[in-house]
């Protein structure tokens, strides 16, 4: 486990309470406001990934998942910032952690999409955009990679 002061990283289990938790928080900031929900097929996907999560006094403060690509290589999903977090800066330490913990795994290269509105907060990050804009849950996106 992480630690940051009074914050933890940690990584929730799939299936786990602290699973559901980060579910949660993924649906209330980026699911519903666009009139999203999951489905089984989606959720089952999510059995290999890593859900990672910052906590404080036992509630998800930021999460997001991780899935392996292979030769290493990941791509982030699914970035959430519980609402009255947002904009001061814990979006930046969890990936700044997570980026950590997964050079420390072997990887060499992570991607994304990114909604438009939040480039810049991934480009503050090393994340360079590849490609071109494209939509995605009705928004546009860009694909970004990183290179630890």
């Known amino acids: 486990m992480w ?52 906590w404080e006094e036992g509630e998800v403060l930021a999460c997001v998942s991780v899935r392996w690509l292979g030769a290493g290589r990941v791509k982030l999903r699914q970035m959430a910032v519980r609402g009255d977090r947002q904009g001061k800066g814990l ?22 999409h990114a909604r438009e509105s939040v480039v ?7 994340f360079e955009i590849v490609g071109e804009r494209f939509e995605e849950v009705g928004l546009a996106h860009w694909a970004m990679k990183h290179q630890i």
Do not use: H, N, T
């Not at 979006?91 to 994304?112: K, P, R, Y």
């Not at 810049?120 to 090393?126: A, I, N, T």
């Open 120 to 126: 810049g907060f991934y480009e503050k990050l090393g």
């Open 91 to 112: 979006g930046g330490l969890l990936v700044g952690a997570v980026l950590e913990i997964l050079g420390g795994e072997g990887v060499a290269e992570v991607e994304l």
């Open 3 to 54: 630690s940051g002061g009074v914050v933890e990283l940690c990584r929730a289990e799939f299936g786990s309470g602290d699973y559901a938790a980060c579910l949660e928080l993924r649906r209330v900031v980026l699911r519903e406001p666009l009139g999203l929900e999951w489905s089984e097929g989606d959720l089952a996907l999510e059995e290999e990934e890593w859900q990672m999560g910052w």
